[in-house]
């Protein structure tokens, strides 16, 4: 029985690294030609987050830098009057603590559960057309220090700016 649970603390232990990595979903509007897009300007950024380490302008230049080397990459030309595309961000974070029950005594009828508390961080990157919303990028960084997820901004820009274009 003790090996049993010694198996099934491990497991859960080496999944916890992958449960804390981030997450990428994009959305977009189907009926439009990703192709026509030939240029870009930066639109507003807006950072909404207590901690410090995320709320000030060194993390929305870094934002910026990295959105605009990616674009450029993809082969769009950044403009400072009327672009196709209008590139615009917003960062947030927040507080969460996640329960994990692990089975323990006799036949597993016992639980004790598992507190832990991270800081979510939340990347929205939009590129309007025309005033509409033609594709979005959120990012999602489960992390417990919010220094760490500054870190990680420039690989949360790379990770949502890569699905760019989108497959259809």
Same mark, same amino acid.
């Given at each position: 029985?003790?090996?049993? @649970?010694?198996?099934?603390?491990?497991?859960?232990?080496?999944?916890?690294? &992958? =449960? /804390?990595?981030?997450?990428?979903?994009?959305? &977009?509007?189907?009926?439009?030609? &990703?192709?026509?897009?030939?240029? &870009?300007?930066?639109?507003?950024?807006?950072?909404?987050?207590?901690?410090?380490?995320?709320?000030?302008?060194?993390?929305?230049?870094?934002?910026?830098?990295?959105?605009?080397?990616? /674009?450029?990459?993809?082969? /769009?030309?950044?403009?400072?009057? =009327?672009?196709?595309?209008?590139?615009?961000?917003? @960062?947030?974070?927040?507080?969460?603590?996640?329960?994990?029950?692990?089975?323990?005594?006799?036949?597993?009828?016992?639980?004790?559960?598992?507190?832990?508390?991270?800081?979510?961080?939340?990347?929205?990157?939009?590129?309007?057309?025309?005033?509409?919303?033609?594709?979005?990028?959120?990012?999602?960084?489960?992390?417990?220090?919010?220094?760490?997820?500054?870190?990680?901004?420039?690989?949360?820009?790379?990770?949502?700016?890569?699905?760019?274009?989108?497959?259809?």
């Amino acid at each position: 029985m003790r090996t049993l @649970l010694t198996a099934a603390l491990l497991g859960t232990l080496l999944c916890v690294p &992958f =449960a /804390l990595a981030q997450d990428v979903d994009i959305e &977009f509007d189907e009926s439009v030609n &990703f192709g026509n897009y030939k240029t &870009f300007r930066m639109g507003a950024g807006d950072v909404n987050a207590k901690a410090p380490a995320l709320n000030n302008d060194l993390v929305r230049r870094r934002i910026e830098n990295e959105l605009r080397a990616r /674009l450029i990459a993809k082969k /769009l030309t950044e403009v400072t009057g =009327a672009a196709d595309l209008t590139v615009r961000y917003s @960062l947030g974070s927040t507080q969460r603590t996640d329960a994990t029950a692990i089975p323990a005594g006799r036949l597993g009828r016992q639980r004790r559960v598992v507190r832990t508390r991270y800081t979510e961080g939340t990347l929205i990157i939009d590129l309007v057309a025309t005033r509409e919303l033609v594709w979005r990028a959120i990012v999602t960084e489960d992390e417990k220090d919010p220094a760490k997820i500054a870190g990680k901004l420039d690989e949360m820009v790379k990770k949502a700016i890569d699905k760019y274009p989108p497959k259809k």
